[in-house]
């Protein structure tokens, strides 16, 4: 493998291991200042305790999160100097205001709020809880931003070689980025859903805590399915972003090669980039790939034949990535829905509890999915239509990668198995131990 490979597959790993842990940082934030609410409000010392428990394992995974994140950010100058050369105009500003700005935030008040029990007041305290909220998930719109900027370029002029920024308001209001955004934001917080549900599940169903784990069931139930529906929507919407401002990834999603007018969407479909065309083809609905993507029935949808093989994205990947996305979505309504049905019985349906232990992994792979499909989906660019990812990979050799490769794969994946067993340590010992 060459350096620009090895430094794709070196930033794939960071990345990937990185969003072990954010998505449940930011679901998780939620549920946690939603509980505290419930206590400041009821004064009940049950809800005071979920806090802590839920609280610790939320702290847990931050952690380790910072540790990861940290070392992502410094590959912009190691591996990728002709990208941050190109773009760091842009592209630097806003990761210097998540910086700067919403992770101190955040890292503050954590601090003051893991450390300021009994010495503030209760509503501050809570105050605390929600900004720790707010701040992570506005400190998950900057990264976004600027990853919705190498998506779909906005707001910029080139001058010198370089992309410079000339209107910083179309930067942050991509529409792009903020389709993104909605999605990415709103399946953080179902896979945080999915995580309170499948714990309480294991407790309930061991019969160890069980009453106190019953609470978070009966509230996470109703959050999880709304979070499954919404993301299901905003899915949607984003879906219509790609068509609009990325047709060769939406041909590559869909396995569609020829341009139609209308398009038909088929239920059964095995594509063959070698031949140029679908192995299998089968159960098409007419005109319904058309509306999915432009919310018309009778849209023509660009086939990949139109685009130059140099310019297209590898199709096995993105569309098997994509519809093993889809069918996840698919499963966690179906759960969601199933969990809030049974929320109200005192003893839920035990084939439940025995399965949503075994859904805490799926948002992850999901979310790992969502993400091959955004980002291999965009090659042959790094900022679409702008630079080509060959030509924004820094002048190292190819040796020097492959090693720091080896070591990052080493390090995340110690981290990865810490996470995990922490975790499952204090997951398993319940309250009285948090």
């Not at 991509?174 to 953080?188: D, E, M, R």
């Not at 019985?345 to 948002?363: A, H, S, T």
């Not at 790992?368 to 030509?391: C, F, H, N």
Request: a positive charge; charged letters at 15%.
């Amino acid at each position: 493998m060459d350096a620009a490979m090895l430094s794709r597959l070196q930033f794939a790993v960071a990345v990937f291991f990185h969003f072990i842990f954010v998505p449940l940082t930011l679901g998780l934030s939620l549920m946690v200042a939603w509980m505290e609410t419930r206590y400041v409000k009821t004064g009940d010392e049950v809800w005071l305790k979920h806090t802590k428990f839920w609280g610790k394992l939320f702290l847990i995974n931050f952690a380790l999160g910072v540790v990861t994140g940290i070392s992502l950010e410094f590959q912009f100058g190691t591996n990728w100097s002709r990208y941050s050369e190109f773009v760091g105009d842009i592209f630097g500003s806003l990761l210097a205001i998540e910086a700067t700005v919403a992770f101190f935030l955040e890292s503050t008040f954590i601090a003051v709020w893991h450390f300021g029990w009994k010495k503030i007041g209760k509503k501050l305290h809570c105050l605390c809880a929600w900004l720790v909220f707010f701040a992570g998930n506005i400190s998950a719109l900057w990264i976004i931003i600027a990853n919705g900027f190498m998506q779909h370029p906005a707001g910029y002029v080139l001058r010198n070689g370089r992309a410079e920024l000339e209107s910083f308001r179309d930067v942050v209001a991509n529409p792009y980025a903020l389709g993104i955004f909605s999605h990415v934001i709103i399946t953080a917080w179902m896979l945080a859903g999915f995580f309170v549900l499948g714990i309480s599940a294991w407790h309930m169903l061991k019969e160890t805590h069980a009453e106190f784990f019953r609470r978070t069931f009966k509230m996470a139930a109703p959050f999880t399915l709304i979070a499954a529906l919404l993301v299901a929507l905003t899915g949607d919407i984003h879906g219509k972003n790609v068509s609009a401002y990325q047709p060769a990834k939406l041909a590559a999603m869909e396995g569609h090669w020829e341009t139609a007018k209308p398009a038909p969407f088929y239920l059964l479909v095995v594509p063959n980039e070698a031949k140029e065309e679908n192995s299998i083809e089968a159960i098409g609905i007419p005109g319904l790939l058309s509306f999915l993507s432009f919310g018309d029935f009778s849209a023509e949808v660009k086939g990949l034949k139109e685009f130059p093989k140099q310019d297209r994205p590898p199709v096995a990947p993105v569309f098997w990535s994509f519809r093993a996305m889809v069918a996840f979505g698919m499963l966690f309504i179906f759960m969601a829905l199933w969990a809030t049905w049974q929320r109200k019985q005192q003893v839920p349906d035990q084939r439940l509890l025995k399965l949503l232990p075994w859904m805490i992994p799926l948002p992850y792979l999901s979310i790992a999915l969502g993400w091959a499909v955004a980002e291999i989906g965009r090659q042959p660019w790094i900022v679409y239509k702008l630079m080509r990812t060959s030509d924004a990979v820094s002048p190292v050799p190819a040796e020097h990668v492959a090693i720091t490769l080896a070591g990052f794969v080493c390090v995340y994946a110690l981290l990865g198995l810490l996470d995990i067993l922490l975790l499952i340590k204090y997951a398993r010992k319940g309250p009285e131990e948090a």
